[in-house]
């Protein structure tokens, strides 16, 4: 019976892997393949098109390199401050006594219920009275304020923080900002991976808003804006260049997962327990 279980535990696990890994596998092949391979039929082998596709792209006017360059400041801007910002955030919320603080946190968790569309038009409207459209500004700045990360930090927070070891070091006469740099960080590491792995996913493919703050300024675009720049006629479209920015946007997203996926697991798994 045992046996049995396994069996079907590994049937299902293949099975998701399969369906999880070959659309992913096909992007990439499908950007080494003229247009013709890919409208003939479709293949898992890789071809010999990659370089062609990427000349494809740059005769377009497409610049895959600045768009590399815009994407990242912005991923990994908004990644470290809505991290640290959270984090610290949490850590008041768990280890301090203080008025309302059922009710801050209580609004905490509404503001993680309201979709960004709702507030998309009037965030805009606010930008450009301040004059910071089509600068980098309303994109990294406001990830300060992260309501899904500071909820989910104060869940981890809550497991792994202890008030004993926190009171020691105010005994030793360390400021609140030092504990929470050299304790409380370093105590918080998974957690702390496992949010900037899906900030940086989220900033990275993020499209809506990028279009609506910095659309107007070609030279700000970022990877999802300069793809979707991509033009082409009604009777001929040149999928091998466009599988191939596809698969330009996709790969640091898979070195980001295959280098820090282990803290995606203990983090999930550490925060979801508490003492």
């Known amino acids: ?30 950007a080494t393949r003229t247009t013709e391979e ?7 082998i890789p071809g010999t098109n990659l370089l062609n596709n990427w000349r494809s792209l740059q005769e377009r006017g497409i610049d895959i390199g600045l768009g590399i360059r815009n994407s990242s400041i912005l991923a990994f801007s908004t990644t470290f401050l809505s991290v640290y910002f959270s984090m610290l955030t949490a850590y008041a919320i768990v280890v301090y006594k203080f008025r309302f603080k059922r009710q801050f946190y209580a609004f905490i968790l509404a503001m993680t219920m309201i979709p960004a569309q709702l507030y998309l038009i009037g965030f805009l409207q606010y930008m450009h009275f301040l004059g910071l459209l089509n600068t980098f500004t309303p994109l990294i700045v406001p990830s300060i304020a992260a309501a899904g990360t500071v909820f989910f930090c104060k869940q981890y927070l809550e497991g792994v923080v202890s008030m004993e ?13 030092r504990i929470f740099n050299r304790i409380i960080l370093p105590m918080a590491a998974p957690g702390a991976f496992t949010m900037a792995i899906f900030a940086f996913v989220a900033s990275w493919n993020a499209f809506m808003t990028p279009l609506f703050m910095i659309g107007a300024e070609h030279r700000l675009h970022t990877l999802p804006l300069i793809l979707n720049r991509i033009q082409t ?26 280098v820090f996926s282990k803290y995606i697991i203990s983090g999930i798994s550490l925060g979801a327990v508490k003492e």
Request: aromatic share 10%; proline share 3%.
């Open 1 to 30: 019976m045992k046996i049995t279980s396994k069996v079907l535990i590994y049937t299902l696990l293949i099975i998701l892997l399969i369906i999880s890994v070959v659309p992913v596998w096909m992007l990439l092949v499908n």
């Open 38 to 44: 890919i409208n003939r039929a479709i293949s898992l």
């Open 165 to 177: 070891l926190v009171q020691s070091a105010r005994i030793d006469g360390a400021s609140e900002f």
């Open 233 to 258: 006629d009604a009777y001929h479209t040149d999928f091998g260049g466009v599988y191939f920015g596809m698969a330009v946007t996709l790969i640091p997203i898979i070195i980001v997962y295959a």
